[in-house]
């Protein structure tokens, strides 16, 4: 089978301060550059699909593709639902999104499309969207985050899409939606006093900023649950953008990497990245958990007599 | 002007299949039934709500998630669609809410006053979250008595299951002041299953009741020591062991609803009422109530 052309991979953040109020501050205002500089990148690109991750949107039921061909709502997120609306209309590519349910089921995975008028997309999907593709030129496609799903699972699906965009030969930019660390402030703050919350998140932040820069993504993929313990919040079960953006654009770490904005999110890491292949290598690391190309599911230790 | 009080509260988990089960015609998709045990369970509760006088539903929902904070929908009527982001199939309900702003307005004042951070939810766009819907469609189809929705604040994934009973406990004695400082009777609901570990596919018809079951025994077994607690009057001793329970059966007594209602009752040393008991999609779900009054308490199941 024909290789998948991902003509670059971008990871940016889920919350809409760069989306809502980019002028609240110099960061937030620098934040929203990096968008602007991504969207004008896609623009420019001979891309014909969108494809978004976002941690914002969790899912129990396998793998949700969003297929509406064209959703259109006002969101309002969560938490910041005071600095206003988000009316968005967005559109699919509904064909590419049925290859990649059958894809993700030829690997193993539960999957299923959605299209359902009013279906609530996530606001990390919505800024994406709004911020990166904004005229809608190019169609999209929208993965879920499974909550219980890890590694193996994670990786799968990225092959699952690399699977789709080869039957398809279609040319796409792969984005991320996700925080690095991702612990807020739990109280209302001055966006213009907004930092990362703690020394030692800015400093893994940092740390992993300086791997995207040298384009070791293969390196954070399986440096994800070190990450995943040092600083994420303890919502789901493990750090997965690195698994599915490493898994999606070929598991290695060729890249020419470039950070383009990091910032305070209300205390979380927000980071613009992009990651374009190239020939170089920085050489790989000495991986110490196994590939995986089917996913087979639970083990049922228990059901096999096993203790 | 009289002191308000707390006449009934409610454990009413929010799985949307139970009103999809039901075929409300606020529900596009239709369905054959399901999950019986459950929604009788409900229909029983709902007939004695029926039957008591109140003013007001207040319900605190883990479907609402706040990070920064304990926010309260602060706006007089919510009118769109809900639509579940993880079971859209059955679930894509029509809704026209009326809320108590004012009951609304006052528990968060109390909330602050307890040094709780809190923020009023006014933007008309905001659309109510399926958890809510659920569980108050159960209690009170005909929709005839205003809401007041708290978020849940997730200090269970912030700090542990031991900060979030605490500071949920908080939140249940500021909001029993606000309630005796407005004179109106109110109808708690803590709105969540027990065990909540799901089945992760579907079958191919959502209500086919052959298929469905607890997701392993262990969630079985603490979901029944809890109702055992609860038979027993030792709420005190429920919400103790909570961060544990919460914290095995992946419960989603994490959002603290539990804990609030409780302290905002004063931890009821009567029995509660018993009116279900079944899983949805492998989670363990109970709908339960406590009544203060002695001359209306019953013993149901
Ligand atoms: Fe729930």
Redesign the interface.
């Known amino acids: 089978m024909e290789d998948a052309d991902i003509l670059f991979g971008i990871y940016c953040p889920p919350h809409p301060q760069p989306l809502l109020s980019p002028d609240a501050s110099e960061g937030y205002a620098k934040l929203r550059q990096a968008f602007d500089t991504c969207r004008e990148r896609i623009e420019s690109s001979d891309a014909d699909l969108i494809i978004v991750y976002s941690t914002t949107?969790?899912?129990?039921?396998?793998h949700q593709i969003q297929a509406h061909p064209e959703p259109e709502w006002?969101?309002?997120d969560?938490?910041f639902?005071?600095l206003?609306?988000m009316p968005y209309k967005f559109r699919m590519d509904v064909d590419f999104a049925e290859c990649l349910a059958d894809s993700a089921k030829e690997r193993g995975l539960?999957s299923r499309t959605?299209a359902?008028?009013?279906?609530?997309i996530?606001t990390g999907s919505v800024v994406a969207l709004k911020l990166l593709n904004p005229d809608n030129r190019i169609p999209a496609c929208i993965v879920s985050s499974?909550m219980?799903s890890n590694r193996a699972e994670t990786i799968v699906l990225g092959k699952a899409i690399r699977d789709a965009l080869a039957k398809q030969g279609k040319k796409a930019v792969a984005v991320v939606v996700s925080s690095l660390s991702n612990?807020?402030?739990?109280?209302?703050i001055d966006p213009t006093e907004d930092r990362i919350h703690s020394s030692k998140d800015d400093e893994w932040n940092r740390k992993i900023l300086e791997f995207f820069a040298d384009g070791r993504l293969e390196d954070l993929s399986q440096l994800s649950r070190e990450i995943h313990g040092q600083i994420r919040?303890?919502?789901v079960v493990a750090y997965k953008p690195a698994w599915w953006l490493a898994a999606t654009m070929g598991q290695h770490n060729n890249y020419d990497g470039e950070v383009l904005a990091y910032e305070a999110l209300?205390g979380s890491g927000g980071a613009v990245v992009t990651l374009t292949p190239s020939s170089g290598s920085f050489g790989d690391k000495e991986f110490d958990e196994d590939d995986v190309e089917f996913y087979h599911g639970d083990r049922d230790v228990?059901d096999k007599g096993m203790l | 002007m009289p002191k308000g009080e707390i006449v009934l509260g409610c454990l009413a988990p929010h799985p949307p299949h139970v009103v999809y089960a039901e075929n409300p015609e606020q529900n596009e998709p239709t369905s054959e039934g399901g999950w019986e045990t459950l929604r009788w369970g409900y229909n029983r509760l709902a007939r004695k709500l029926k039957s008591i006088e109140y003013d007001a539903l207040v319900i605190f929902t883990p479907h609402?998630?706040?990070?920064?904070?304990t926010?309260f929908l602060g706006l007089p009527e919510f009118k769109s669609?809900s639509?579940d982001?993880?079971?859209?199939?059955i679930f894509?309900y029509n809704y026209d809410i009326k809320v108590d702003v004012d009951l609304a307005e006052k528990m968060r004042e109390k909330a602050s006053e307890h040094g709780i951070?809190t923020?009023m939810?006014?933007?008309q766009?905001?659309?109510v979250d399926y958890g809510t819907i659920t569980s108050c469609h159960m209690l009170n189809p005909d929709w005839d008595k205003p809401i007041v929705t708290i978020?849940s604040?997730?200090n269970a994934?912030?700090y542990s299951a031991e900060v979030m009973n605490e500071q949920a406990a908080a939140l249940g004695r500021a909001c029993v002041e606000a309630i005796e400082e407005s004179g109106k009777k109110v109808v708690l609901i803590s709105s969540h299953s027990l065990s909540h570990r799901?089945f992760?596919?579907?079958s191919p018809l959502p209500e086919d009741m052959s298929r469905e079951h607890i997701y392993?025994h262990s969630q079985y077994v603490w979901d029944m020591k809890l109702v055992d607690l609860m038979r027993e009057g030792k709420m005190k001793q429920l919400i103790d062991i909570l961060p544990e329970f919460t914290e095995q059966t992946i419960g989603e007594t994490e959002a603290g609803g539990l804990t609030w209602m409780m302290s905002a009752m004063g931890y009821p040393e009567y029995s509660a009422e018993i009116y279900g008991y079944q899983s949805v999609?492998g989670t363990g779900n109970l709908v339960a109530a406590w009544d203060p009054s002695s001359v209306t308490r019953e013993i149901v199941l």
Request: proline share 6%; net charge positive.
């Open positions: 949107w969790p899912s129990i039921i396998g006002v969101h309002v969560d938490d639902h005071y206003g609306s539960h959605i359902y008028e009013g279906f609530p996530d499974n219980y612990r807020m402030f739990t109280e209302h919040v303890q919502k209300h228990l | 609402w998630q706040t990070y920064i904070g926010h669609k639509v982001p993880v079971f859209p199939n894509r951070i923020k939810m006014r933007n766009d905001f659309r978020s604040n997730r994934h912030y799901h992760v596919s579907e392993n999609i």
